[in-house]
């Protein structure tokens, strides 16, 4: 899918008005979910390439700060492929919680343990 590099939040503002998230009963902005590598990879990416989102990435040691979207929101994502079959996991996040350094930073920081933190099979919901 696409990779669109942002310059400044009014742009991630502008992203979150133009999409209509779609409500939904099963997926939660508290609750992280086990997905294939292909429901990340099918999305599209979207890098904050501003301040303070580099000076995150770069304290947690990621070469960058984004998020993906699927069409009906937007979600921090994670692939863990160390040494075991892809363990890929996704949490929907919403504009206030991309406006929360700290909890961003706890959500990515060890390696996404916290976003990987008791994450729930997707079943057959759709991204």
């Not at 990779?3 to 008005?17: H, P, R, S, T």
């Amino acid at each position: 899918m696409g990779n669109y590099v942002l310059k400044g939040f009014d742009e991630i503002e502008a992203m979150f008005n133009e999409m209509a998230v779609i409500s939904s009963d099963f997926f939660s902005y508290n609750q992280s979910y086990k997905v294939s590598p292909n429901d990340i990879n099918d999305m599209n990416f979207y890098r904050f390439d501003f301040e303070p989102y580099t000076s995150l990435a770069s304290s947690l040691g990621l070469s960058g700060f984004g998020i993906k979207g699927s069409g009906k929101r937007f979600y921090l994502t994670h692939i863990n492929i160390a040494g075991h079959r892809p363990l890929c996991t996704v949490r929907p996040v919403n504009l206030e919680q991309l406006k929360d350094l700290s909890y961003l930073d706890y959500m990515l920081s060890n390696y996404c343990q916290n976003l990987e933190l008791d994450a729930t099979p997707i079943g057959l919901h759709r991204l």
